[in-house]
């Protein structure tokens, strides 16, 4: 039979139109979505500054479509669906609550207004969190954790209390440094952002929301402000001209065209080792988590004892490829898999022994008790296996650190989310 081709997807109709600000225009479709349409349209200054763009509501498009595309591959949770034209996106359809959420490396632009006596160029450990609720005619004031959570706002039917503040900021920071972390490994220091979150009308979940562009960020090629690519450039201008106009729009594509580089997963392997093939299913395990990181894990069956040779020739085959790489040594009784490797590889090594009731406790020595000059770890947990390599290779991984830091977020949001509910029921 005749394979079927694909079947093609319809355009979004937009339905009527839900809101419109300086930049865009959000249309209902739906199943609780909604279009998401940029303007050819620049602005600066709560709209003191404005002028067209040809070009820039697809450019601002690409970049959004782009940015979410790489928070949801590492876990982030957001609103975006897909990008469904040059110049329009579909997201969930969210109430968004009127706080810009503003995370700060360095010390720059309106906080030295705001903040006499400290120089440019202070650097923020942990990053800066601010807050600046959304009022056009109050100039988009600098709220503090208190006034929000005293607004007893409700956007979507949920009240904005301490539990949501926390979750939003927490989620903040965590946004900024993964993104920081891509552009980092792309030679662009992320100086500031401001993102904003909204309420799925849907779920009643807080999600990431509205549009990330180069208007949301300052962005420096090299760490110099001199080669600022962001808005700002467009704020600058004493006078805008066509010329200085090309160029910001310059600046604007030159951004969307480095994000391209965000989303394809840097090589990077873990390679299990075991030493028989009856430890498979411990080595399936450790192998099943490191793909959740989206780290690719061969699984091979060698005996240091038995085999000597034809391991250091599986460890040299796996150096030789050029790619960063953590071995996992799984072997019980008298581990001599792991440090065999350790004591031949420049790559890191793991133990994680498949420790049995009998005679466990004496054989994990074999792991833990090792010649000088050996650098091998170990820990008893398949699970616990696979999240120390992929902290290794999140060093030099910006997606595997992602990933780690959207999964450490997503466990903490849970926790909190978990107290809330418990603390509702008791003051029931």
Not at 112 to 129: D, I, Q, S, T, W
Not at 146 to 170: C, N, T, Y
Request: proline letters at 5%; charged letters at 25%.
């Amino acid at each position: 039979m005749a394979a079927q081709p694909p079947t093609k997807r319809m355009k979004a109709e937009p339905g009527k139109k839900l809101n419109e600000g300086k930049t865009k225009i959000v249309y209902e479709l739906p199943n609780f979505e909604v279009l998401l349409q940029s303007k050819d349209r620049i602005t600066a200054h709560n709209a003191q500054m404005v002028n067209q763009m040809v070009g820039k509501a697809a450019i601002s498009t690409a970049t959004t479509s782009k940015v979410f595309e790489f928070l949801s591959l590492i876990g982030i949770k957001n609103h975006f669906v897909r990008k469904e034209t040059d110049t329009a996106f579909v997201a969930r359809r969210c109430e968004m609550i009127p706080i810009e959420w503003v995370t700060r490396r360095i010390a720059t632009g309106s906080f030295l207004k705001r903040n006499p006596g400290v120089n440019e160029g202070y650097r923020f450990a942990p990053p800066k969190l601010e807050y600046f609720y959304k009022d056009d005619e109050a100039g988009d004031p600098e709220w503090s954790y208190a006034q929000i959570v005293e607004s007893k706002m409700k956007p979507g039917g949920r009240l904005i209390g301490p539990h949501e503040v926390d979750i939003m900021g927490r989620a903040t920071v965590t946004v900024f440094e993964v993104l920081e972390k891509a552009w980092a490994a792309l030679d662009c220091s992320l100086i500031d952002m401001k993102i904003e979150f909204g309420v799925d009308a849907e779920t009643g979940e807080i999600v990431l929301a509205d549009i990330i562009d180069s208007d949301s960020w300052r962005l420096w090629p090299a760490g110099d402000k001199r080669l600022m690519v962001d808005k700002q450039v467009y704020r600058n201008l004493k006078e805008v001209t066509d010329e200085a106009l090309l160029q910001v729009k310059r600046n604007f594509e030159w951004v969307a065209n480095k994000l391209d580089d965000f989303i394809p997963t840097p090589k990077a392997q873990v390679v299990v080792l075991m030493g028989s093939a009856s430890d498979l299913p411990h080595g399936e395990k450790i192998k099943n988590e490191c793909v959740s990181f989206g780290i690719h894990c061969d699984l091979r069956v060698t005996s240091a004892h038995k085999g000597t040779e034809e391991t250091l020739r599986i460890l040299k085959y796996y150096e030789s490829l050029g790619i960063p790489a953590v071995f996992v040594a799984v072997a019980g009784r008298s581990n001599g898999l792991g440090p065999v490797l350790s004591g031949n590889a420049t790559f890191p090594v793991i133990n994680c022994p498949p420790v049995k009731a009998d005679w466990g406790p004496q054989d994990v020595w074999s792991s833990l008790r090792l010649p000088s000059g050996l650098g091998c770890t170990t820990t008893l947990s398949p699970e616990g296996a696979a999240w120390q390599a992929a902290q290794i290779l999140g060093m030099t991984n910006h997606v595997v650190w992602g990933r780690i830091r959207a999964r450490q977020l997503n466990t903490w949001i849970g926790l909190k989310e978990s107290d809330r509910k418990l603390q509702e029921s008791l003051d029931k």
